[in-house]
């Protein structure tokens, strides 16, 4: 992985921008030596929404086989979160 000081990066943010498109290599962004960024190409990020979709989809047969879960109109109750009636919002979960 390619490194870069963000004063660096801001100058050639075009040249760099399409070596990760075209070459698929990633650079890390960052100041003082210490990382605040990476930037990554689009198949590395689709890919990592797919596995991170792919967790949480687990989780959740996981929660359901068990019935460990709390239904979302009770969480939002418990939590205080405010219930919007949109015109799609059947009357029973008001």
Do not use: H
Request: aromatic share 8%; hydrophobic share 40%.
């Amino acid at each position: 992985m390619v490194r870069v000081r963000v004063s660096d990066f801001r100058k050639s943010i075009s040249d760099l921008g399409n070596k990760v498109a075209y070459t698929g290599e990633r650079i890390c962004v960052q100041r003082n030596d210490k990382p605040l960024f990476v930037v990554v190409p689009v198949d590395d990020a689709e890919l990592l929404d797919y596995l991170e979709d792919k967790i949480d989809l687990e989780a959740i047969k996981e929660a359901l086989k068990k019935k460990d879960f709390v239904p979302w109109e009770k969480a939002k109750k418990e939590l205080g979160l405010p219930i919007r009636r949109t015109r799609l919002t059947p009357k029973r979960f008001i």
